[in-house]
C-alpha cells in the first residue's frame, strides 16, 4: 500500500497536467487522474515494468479521455453551456478575437504529424518541460525540444502559406 501512495505522490502532478493538456478542463482533469489512479490500482498487476510507470499512467489516462470523449458524443450535449458562459461574459469582442486566435493556432497544429502535435499541446497547453513531455512519450529531454522546435516552424511555414 506504501508504494501505492508513493506512486500517487510522485506522478499525479505529471498525470494531471497531461490530462489538463488533453481536455483544457481543470475539473474533469482532476476527475480523470483521480480515475486514472483508481484504474492503475486495479491493473497493478498487469504492469510489467516494459517502460516507466509515468508512461503506463499517462497511457491509462489517454484512455480514460477517450472514453470520456465517446460519452461525450453519445450524450451529444446542446450547446446550452455555450450559451451561457456568452451571456455572462461582459466583454464578448474580446473572447471572439481571442477565440478565432485560439481556433487559428488548432487548425495550424491539426495539420501537424500526431507525435509533433502531441508535443505541441503538453507544451502550451500543459505547459510541461521538456523533460516532463520527454518522460511522459518515453522519449529524451533533448527529443521533446527538437520536436517543439521543428513543430513551431513548420506551422510558421503554414501561416506564410496562407
Do not use: P
Not at 6 to 19: A, G
Not at 25 to 36: G, I, R, V
Not at 43 to 56: E, N, Y
Amino acid at each position: 500500500m506504501q508504494d501505492i501512495e508513493k506512486i500517487y505522490k510522485e506522478y499525479f502532478e505529471t498525470v494531471y497536467k497531461y490530462l489538463f493538456c488533453l481536455t483544457h478542463n481543470s475539473d474533469l482533469a482532476e476527475e480523470l487522474t483521480q480515475e486514472t489512479f483508481y484504474k492503475a490500482v486495479q491493473k497493478i498487476d498487469s504492469f510489467k515494468g516494459k517502460c516507466k510507470i509515468s508512461v503506463w499512467l499517462c497511457q491509462i489516462a489517454k484512455n480514460l479521455w477517450y472514453d470520456e470523449l465517446k460519452k461525450e458524443q453519445r450524450i451529444n450535449k446542446s450547446g446550452e453551456e455555450e450559451l451561457s458562459f456568452i451571456a455572462s461574459n461582459e466583454n464578448l469582442e474580446e473572447m471572439i478575437v481571442s477565440n478565432e486566435e485560439r481556433i487559428s493556432l488548432y487548425q495550424k497544429m491539426q495539420k501537424l504529424d500526431n507525435v509533433t502535435r502531441e508535443v505541441i499541446y503538453l507544451r502550451i497547453t500543459g505547459e510541461l518541460s521538456f523533460k516532463e513531455i520527454g518522460n511522459i512519450l518515453n522519449k529524451t529531454e533533448n527529443w521533446a525540444r527538437v520536436t517543439f522546435y521543428r513543430g513551431k516552424n513548420k506551422m510558421r511555414e503554414v501561416e506564410d502559406d496562407e
